[in-house]
């Protein structure tokens, strides 16, 4: 694998990551709070 | 509102400091741009140490004041904690087959001590799974946390106590803070990336927590529930007996 190969593979799995917590962290926070309060 | 603010301005930033650091600096005239993962890869370890300095801090806490909502403030940085320990071991991996020629070492201390960081924050997770009861819960994971945030200061100055692959600190031991061992224009980028992945931080940490929340409210409906449960059976059947 290439320089741009590892480097593509770290900023995938990394930003990758903390989107895919965010959604999933958005996903738990709606299903455990029905209300909109303090969104 | 104010937190979804918050939430935007970490994704600008995230993608401004990704964008400067793939696009905008220079590739390194030794390390090519492998040098590139170091941005991410920095600031997901500097945010490792704050989530478990974190979680030990709120651990007190809860351990002083018994105060449920510190126990919750421990949970979200312990999990925040172990997602930044992944992403700062996957980025040194992902940096290190082009630079060292491993991918990993284990007779290196800073991959051992980091890989032990993550086990027991990993651990401090499980535990919390162990028991329903969320004093118990709490007590037993404050004191896990606080045990296991001896492995932070361990971490950081195991490339100062003893040798391995890994180079010592760029711009964070004190001798070398106002003169680091990069090039101005790459610790500029390096801290414009710690400062996006703190907001995000921010970010995260206040949603884990008001997840935390909100679970313990439910765990504590449940619990109400099945009193009341367990009182209207008793009740029933003690009236059952009255009547024969």
């Known amino acids: 694998m290439t320089d741009a190969g590892f480097v593509i593979a770290a900023y995938g799995v990394i930003l990758g990551g903390l989107g895919l917590y965010t959604v999933v962290l958005w996903r738990r926070l709606r299903a455990a709070q029905p209300s909109d309060e303090g969104r | ?244």
């Not at chain 2, 449920?68 to 996957?90: K, S």
Request: proline content about 4%; charged content about 15%.
């Open chain 2, 1 to 244: 509102m104010k937190t979804r603010i918050l939430g935007f301005a970490a994704l600008a930033a995230v993608v401004v400091a990704t964008v400067v650091g793939l696009l905008v600096v220079p590739a390194d005239l030794n390390q090519g741009d492998a040098q590139r993962i170091m941005y991410p890869h920095v600031a997901s370890a500097w945010l490792a140490y704050l989530s478990f300095g974190v979680t030990a801090l709120f651990g007190i806490l809860w351990l002083w004041k018994r105060d449920l909502r510190y126990d919750a403030v421990a949970l979200a940085g312990a999990e925040i904690g172990v997602m930044f320990t992944a992403f700062a071991i996957w980025g040194g991996m992902m940096w290190g087959r082009p630079v060292w020629g491993v991918f990993w070492q284990w007779e290196d201390p800073r991959l051992t001590t980091t890989a032990l960081l993550l086990a027991l924050y990993v651990g401090y997770l499980l535990l919390r799974r162990l028991t329903d009861d969320p004093e118990r819960r709490a007590t037993r994971a404050a004191i896990v946390g606080v045990v296991a945030a001896v492995d932070i200061p361990i971490v950081h100055f195991s490339v100062e106590w003893w040798r391995g692959l890994h180079q010592t600190a760029t711009i964070a031991s004190p001798e070398r803070a106002l003169d680091p061992a990069a090039p101005m224009v790459f610790v500029g980028t390096l801290l414009g990336m710690l400062g996006a992945f703190t907001v995000a931080w921010l970010y995260l940490m206040i949603r884990r927590y008001q997840l935390a929340r909100a679970e313990l409210a439910r765990e504590e409906e449940a619990r109400l529930g099945r009193l009341r449960a367990v009182q209207v059976a008793g009740l029933s059947s003690s009236s059952q007996e009255t009547a024969r």
